[in-house]
């Protein structure tokens, strides 16, 4: 069976890799670096600990009140579009304590075996991971409580990972960069932290060993050809029996020319990698009430934050810049971030309700899609290639998917056709 997947981020190469493995004859169309390329402005995080979804109870009135203290770790589009709009009503209808708690369980299953599957890919790969934990420290007790309490929801969800609720002398003595500020923190003990970048590598490499190629190509339009599908890019045109597009921010735009209109936004998010000043933490840190997420690597240590809703990706402003690094300032005692080595500006595909997207297109035979992963495109690649394999070659669609169909948007009128 002839396979095109579009896009060469985690999710689509993670799911061609394994496609290849079962027999398929798999290409791989990848637009290549570009402005807003999502995966290089990662964090690193592998971390099925932080799967809530970010709609939930009282998720509303807390954003309310950082944007009013100018503290909020997010921002929306200034220009309020038709999608936009609809994207937020969509956001705020699936805050319900109902839909919080399905939508834990659901990507939890779905990331279920992901740190395994990356320390098997690092023995097989030069990979940097890092078998640390994730440190979520706070400098207020209300930071401190809410991360407490997303921890014991994710375990009465199901998730098997080992936590650790640590006062403010314990999380110093357990990460020494920490400041005295710190009023206390979570340790989430069994999550790991990968570069990016070196993962990518990794499944380049894992899709050609598995007979798979990789063509450096912009798709353009896509469209039905007899039984299959062919796929016009800047290469020239592809054919195939199926076709799974996994192109993150860029599917709506893809899917668009066939009336299919996805409930997807692009989230940017931004990243520098630097070495700094003064005694740099040696695990990662997630900083509470900023939402920053700080990773050390061999090079340097990265700081990864913000979700600008409806915004393009692209350089980062040196203010904004500036606004990250002096909203880290509390939680370190001396460790500056300096000079970057590697600065990203990457957009995130986020639904309304943090479910990503992974099944066939009502409609559209042959036609499958797997975005929407927001900020656990580590976390969930391996969980959704897993299931994406059965789907694409033998139509069997696992109960785990169940959650992420499409259907629950395109067939009920929740986000309307062009």
Aim: with cysteine; net charge neutral.
């Amino acid at each position: 069976m002839r396979i095109i997947v579009i896009g060469g981020g985690v999710i689509g190469l993670w799911s061609a890799v394994e496609l290849a493995r079962a027999g398929a004859d798999v290409t791989v169309l990848d637009a290549g670096p570009q402005a807003g390329f999502a995966s290089p402005a990662a964090a690193g995080w592998v971390v099925p600990a932080l799967s809530a979804p970010l709609s939930g109870p009282g998720v509303l009135l807390h954003s309310a009140r950082q944007a009013l203290h100018r503290e909020a770790p997010f921002s929306v589009a200034p220009r309020l579009t038709s999608s936009l709009l609809r994207w937020l009503v969509g956001f705020v209808r699936s805050g319900s304590a109902g839909r919080y708690a399905a939508g834990l369980r659901a990507v939890l299953d779905l990331g279920a075996g992901c740190v395994d599957d990356f320390a098997r890919l690092q023995e097989t790969a030069d990979l940097e991971l890092r078998q640390t934990g994730l440190l979520m420290a706070a400098v207020t007790q209300a930071g401190l409580d809410e991360v407490a309490q997303l921890a014991e929801a994710t375990t009465a969800a199901g998730y098997k990972g080992g936590y650790e609720v640590l006062d403010g002398s314990a999380a110093r003595s357990r990460e020494p960069a920490l400041g005295s500020a710190v009023s206390g923190a979570v340790h989430a003990v069994d999550e790991v932290q990968v570069r990016p970048e070196q993962v990518l590598r990794a499944l380049h490499k894992q899709l050609a060993d598995a007979g798979g190629r990789l063509v450096s190509g912009t798709a353009s339009r896509l469209g039905p050809d007899g039984v299959g599908w062919r796929v016009e890019t800047s290469a020239g045109s592809f054919d195939c029996d199926r076709l799974l597009v996994a192109a993150g921010a860029w599917s709506t735009e893809l899917l668009a020319v066939l009336g299919v209109r996805l409930p997807l936004l692009a989230a940017t998010g931004y990243s520098i990698t630097t070495p700094g000043t003064g005694r740099a933490p040696q695990l990662a840190v997630k900083l509470v009430e900023p939402s920053i997420a700080i990773t050390p690597f061999a090079d340097g240590v990265r700081v990864a934050a913000r979700l600008d809703l409806g915004r393009p990706g692209g350089p980062i402003a040196e203010r904004l810049l500036s606004t990250i690094v002096n909203r880290t300032r509390p939680y370190f005692a001396d460790w500056r971030p300096g000079l970057s080595t590697a600065t990203f500006a990457g957009m995130r595909p986020a639904t309304p309700d943090s479910l990503p997207l992974i099944g066939p297109v009502p409609g559209h035979p042959g036609l499958y899609v797997a975005t929407g992963h927001g900020m656990l495109g580590l976390t969930l690649a391996p969980g959704t290639a897993r299931h994406v394999v059965p789907l694409i070659l033998s139509d069997e669609r696992a109960p785990e998917l169940k959650p992420f169909a499409l259907e629950r948007y395109l067939l009920r009128g929740a986000w309307p056709r062009p």
